[in-house]
Every structure is written in structure tokens, then in C-alpha cells.
């Protein structure tokens, strides 16, 4: 019996001595082929990917909702959002000025968007957060520093920090829907007495970080309307940006414009003209320029602004702040532009008959080309969902002006953003 228990120790050894020189000739074999062995120790210890989901309603979506999704991103491998249907929407906080279907498309041409889940719910239930990680595997939901409270007083994240799967961003400050709405009413309402304010320029008054006090006035939107608070930094910019040229040789295709209150139309269009070309460079115009061009009370948003949102855009790979609203010869030669195009549908779709047609040099150049805009929707279309159901957001405003404030003046300091 003791023979035979020696016998198998041997054998055991043997097969171990074996199996080691095996694993021996396999690494050697990808050691001899280039092969890297702290990587392939690395990919064995690798774990699978963390997978975070961020929801929201994205309404009205500016660079606020694009940092707060970098954010999220940062926290895992994957990022999963949901888009809250229009209908939850209603219930728990009046009418969304742009519907479902263009929503779900600003959210997906978000750059650090992975995945998205549309008609999800305002709160998350029990159901709900079932699937989440059973069918879409997150591992975590995340939320911004700012309380969300259901119409019934209770936190619509209460299961998931129960559930401790719940993690915290940084709120970005100095813009919600809620302040842009507001803007968009005051515009409105300035334009009818603008004369009794010497026609002075709203849109001066927002760039510059001013908030008008038109306290009540019977307008509804009173102090609790914050405009413009927005501090721009280096920082942000870098954090938005690629970070990265075009190649030697890459075909350049260079569009501009105000892209105000940034939405499904601006996005579709990009992801047209990205497609014609291997770098996609988009020229904003200033303040001053829109504001010659549309009206003393535009843009809604300012140049920073607007620059954010439209660097979120996965479909662009850089941007011109201020850019000149004529394309020169000496800016195609400096950025080595091999097309330049404009939408057919745009707030200035008459530029042929300007005194000074903007393009008139890649025109004569014949690198100028006008495509067709997948969406019938300008900045004017946008205002114009707010001018005609005023008396619902203005609603909608006075109630979220209060939840506001109270953010504003009960905040801490959250670190990291």
C-alpha cells in the first residue's frame, strides 16, 4: 500500500514538473514573439469592466449635462445613460421642451456616452434597478451632488444608496434647463419693453455673467432665475477637448456658425459633415457676431458656452472659439482646409445675399459644398416652444427656482469635477 501511495506521489509530481515546463514554453513562446510579460500577467488579473449608469431627462441638454456625463464616465469603464421618457417627465415636472426622440439623440452623440436606455423611469424602483444590474451589468448609479426629490418629498435615489451601489458627482455650476428657460422668458418679455430700457442688450447682460433684476414685475420668473453664472477656466476646456491634431494627410472639413442653445438639428448636421472628411473643425462665432446678425438679445448662450457643448459632440475634433464669420483664404491655408459646408437649414440661410458673402472664397475656391440638414430645427425653433407654452414652464420655473435656491444656499464644497 505504501509503494503504491509513492508511486502516485511521483506521478503527481511528474505531471506537475510537466504541465510547469508547459507554461514555461508558452511564455517563453510569447516572450519570443515580442509579447510583453507584465501585459500578459495584467490581462489575467484584469477584471471585467465597471459599468456606471447616469439617467436623467437631458432636456434642453447643455455642456452642465455633458460634464456631469464625463464625471460619470470617469468612474467606471462603461457608461450606461437613461433617457426619462416624456411622459414621467410631465408627471413629475411639467411639460420637456424637446421631445424623446431628439433628446435620445444629444444624448448619444455625447462623446463620453458608451450605451443608452431610452423611456427610463424619473425614479428608480426596486424593479428597475433589478435590471439594471441583471440585464445591463452595472455595477453602480450615479448621480450629482444636487438633491432630486420625487413630487412626494422622498429621494429618487434612495434605493441604490440603500443598495450601496450609489456614487456622487460634482453638480457643474452656473447652468440648468432651468436658468436657460429663464433666460429665454426674460428674453422674451424684454423684447416687448425694450424701450423703456433704452434697447439695451440682453444678450451683454448674459455673456458677461449679469442677472437683470426683474423681480416678479408680474412675470412670474422672479429672483429665483440665475443667468449666466457660468466661470469658464482652462481647465474645463481641456477636460472637453481631444486633445488631439489631424494626421499629415487628413481631408479637413470645416464648418461654423452660432450653434446657440446647441440641439438635435446642430448635432445631426456635424454628424453629416463629420462624415465627409477625417477631421471635423467647427468655427463659433462670438457673442458680437450673433448678436449682429440675430438680434440684440442673442445669443441665449454665451461664447464659452456654446464652445462646451459643441466639443462634447463626439462627431467634432475641434473647435475655433470666436471664429471669424468670413472663411478667409489665410484661415484655409492656416488650418489646411479642404471643405467647407453649410446646412439647408440654418438661421442665416440667406447669406448669398449678404453684401459680403462670408463664403465667398471657398466658393471661388470650389471647396464650398451646402448639404442637406437631416432635421428641420433651428435656435429660433427652440424659443419658439417656449414663447408658445410660456405659462407652463414659467410654472415649471417658479417651482424648480425654489429647489434651486435652496441648493445654492445650503451647498458645500464637493471635491473633484
Given at each position: 500500500?505504501?509503494?503504491?501511495?509513492?508511486?502516485?506521489?511521483?506521478k503527481a509530481k511528474m505531471v506537475a514538473t510537466w504541465l510547469g515546463v508547459a507554461v514555461g514554453v508558452c511564455l517563453l513562446g510569447l516572450y519570443?514573439?515580442?509579447?510583453?510579460?507584465?501585459?500578459?500577467?495584467?490581462?489575467?488579473?484584469?477584471?471585467?469592466?465597471v459599468r456606471v449608469y447616469m439617467d436623467g431627462c437631458f432636456d434642453m441638454m447643455h455642456y452642465g449635462h455633458c460634464n456631469a456625463l464625463r464625471q460619470a464616465?470617469?468612474?467606471?469603464?462603461?457608461?450606461?445613460?437613461?433617457?426619462?421618457?416624456?411622459?414621467?417627465?410631465?408627471?413629475?415636472?411639467?411639460?420637456?421642451?424637446?421631445?424623446?426622440?431628439?433628446?435620445?439623440?444629444?444624448?448619444?452623440?455625447?462623446?463620453?456616452?458608451?450605451?443608452?436606455?431610452?423611456?427610463?423611469?424619473?425614479?428608480?424602483?426596486?424593479?428597475?434597478?433589478?435590471?439594471?444590474?441583471?440585464?445591463?451589468?452595472?455595477?453602480?448609479i450615479i448621480h450629482g451632488d444636487d438633491p432630486c426629490v420625487l413630487p412626494d418629498g422622498t429621494d429618487a435615489y434612495a434605493l441604490a444608496k440603500k443598495a450601496g451601489r450609489y456614487k456622487q458627482i460634482k453638480r457643474t455650476e452656473g447652468v440648468s434647463s432651468t436658468d436657460i428657460v429663464g433666460r429665454m422668458l426674460l428674453c422674451t418679455r424684454e423684447r416687448s419693453i425694450s424701450d423703456s430700457h433704452n434697447h439695451s442688450s440682453l444678450q451683454r447682460q448674459f455673456s458677461h455673467g449679469h442677472s437683470p433684476k426683474f423681480e416678479d414685475r408680474?412675470?412670474?420668473?422672479?429672483?429665483?432665475?440665475?443667468?449666466?453664472?457660468?466661470?469658464?477656466?482652462s481647465r474645463r476646456i481641456?477636460?472637453?477637448?481631444?486633445?488631439?491634431?489631424?494626421?499629415?494627410?487628413?481631408?479637413?472639413?470645416?464648418?461654423?456658425?452660432?450653434f446657440d442653445l446647441f440641439h438635435a438639428g446642430h448635432v445631426e448636421i456635424l454628424r453629416v459633415a463629420r462624415g465627409l472628411g477625417d477631421f471635423l473643425l467647427?468655427?463659433?462665432?462670438?457673442?458680437?457676431?450673433?448678436?449682429?446678425?440675430?438680434?440684440?438679445?442673442?445669443?441665449?448662450?454665451?461664447?464659452?458656452?456654446?464652445?462646451?457643448?459643441?466639443?462634447?459632440?463626439?462627431?467634432?475634433?475641434?473647435?475655433?472659439?470666436?471664429?471669424?464669420?468670413?472663411?478667409?483664404k489665410d484661415m484655409i491655408t492656416t488650418f489646411n482646409i479642404s471643405l467647407v459646408v453649410h446646412g439647408t437649414v440654418a438661421e442665416n440661410i440667406e447669406y448669398e445675399k449678404?453684401?459680403?458673402?462670408?463664403?465667398?472664397?471657398?466658393?471661388?475656391?470650389?471647396?464650398?459644398?451646402?448639404?442637406?440638414?437631416?432635421?428641420?430645427?433651428?435656435?429660433?425653433?427652440?424659443?419658439?416652444?417656449?414663447?408658445?407654452?410660456?405659462?407652463?414652464y414659467q410654472k415649471r420655473n417658479e417651482k424648480k427656482a425654489e429647489s434651486e435656491k435652496r441648493y445654492y444656499e445650503d451647498k458645500t464644497y464637493v471635491s473633484g469635477d
Amino acid at each position: 500500500m505504501a509503494s503504491d501511495g509513492s508511486s502516485q506521489s511521483e506521478k503527481a509530481k511528474m505531471v506537475a514538473t510537466w504541465l510547469g515546463v508547459a507554461v514555461g514554453v508558452c511564455l517563453l513562446g510569447l516572450y519570443l514573439k515580442g509579447g510583453d510579460l507584465d501585459q500578459w500577467r495584467r490581462m489575467r488579473r484584469k477584471k471585467k469592466k465597471v459599468r456606471v449608469y447616469m439617467d436623467g431627462c437631458f432636456d434642453m441638454m447643455h455642456y452642465g449635462h455633458c460634464n456631469a456625463l464625463r464625471q460619470a464616465r470617469a468612474l467606471g469603464d462603461e457608461l450606461v445613460v437613461g433617457v426619462v421618457s416624456d411622459a414621467e417627465i410631465i408627471a413629475n415636472k411639467g411639460p420637456p421642451v424637446t421631445p424623446l426622440h431628439e433628446r435620445m439623440i444629444m444624448v448619444k452623440a455625447v462623446k463620453w456616452v458608451d450605451e443608452v436606455i431610452p423611456d427610463a423611469p424619473y425614479a428608480i424602483t426596486e424593479d428597475f434597478m433589478k435590471k439594471l444590474f441583471e440585464e445591463y451589468n452595472i455595477d453602480y448609479i450615479i448621480h450629482g451632488d444636487d438633491p432630486c426629490v420625487l413630487p412626494d418629498g422622498t429621494d429618487a435615489y434612495a434605493l441604490a444608496k440603500k443598495a450601496g451601489r450609489y456614487k456622487q458627482i460634482k453638480r457643474t455650476e452656473g447652468v440648468s434647463s432651468t436658468d436657460i428657460v429663464g433666460r429665454m422668458l426674460l428674453c422674451t418679455r424684454e423684447r416687448s419693453i425694450s424701450d423703456s430700457h433704452n434697447h439695451s442688450s440682453l444678450q451683454r447682460q448674459f455673456s458677461h455673467g449679469h442677472s437683470p433684476k426683474f423681480e416678479d414685475r408680474g412675470s412670474g420668473t422672479g429672483a429665483g432665475t440665475r443667468v449666466s453664472h457660468f466661470l469658464p477656466t482652462s481647465r474645463r476646456i481641456v477636460q472637453f477637448s481631444n486633445g488631439k491634431g489631424p494626421g499629415p494627410d487628413a481631408r479637413i472639413v470645416y464648418i461654423d456658425g452660432a450653434f446657440d442653445l446647441f440641439h438635435a438639428g446642430h448635432v445631426e448636421i456635424l454628424r453629416v459633415a463629420r462624415g465627409l472628411g477625417d477631421f471635423l473643425l467647427v468655427g463659433i462665432h462670438n457673442d458680437q457676431t450673433v448678436s449682429a446678425k440675430r438680434g440684440a438679445h442673442r445669443p441665449i448662450m454665451n461664447l464659452h458656452e456654446r464652445s462646451l457643448s459643441v466639443l462634447a459632440c463626439r462627431y467634432v475634433d475641434e473647435v475655433i472659439i470666436g471664429a471669424p464669420s468670413e472663411v478667409s483664404k489665410d484661415m484655409i491655408t492656416t488650418f489646411n482646409i479642404s471643405l467647407v459646408v453649410h446646412g439647408t437649414v440654418a438661421e442665416n440661410i440667406e447669406y448669398e445675399k449678404e453684401q459680403s458673402n462670408p463664403y465667398a472664397v471657398p466658393i471661388s475656391m470650389g471647396i464650398f459644398e451646402v448639404l442637406e440638414s437631416p432635421l428641420d430645427i433651428t435656435t429660433s425653433t427652440i424659443i419658439r416652444r417656449i414663447v408658445a407654452n410660456h405659462e407652463a414652464y414659467q410654472k415649471r420655473n417658479e417651482k424648480k427656482a425654489e429647489s434651486e435656491k435652496r441648493y445654492y444656499e445650503d451647498k458645500t464644497y464637493v471635491s473633484g469635477d
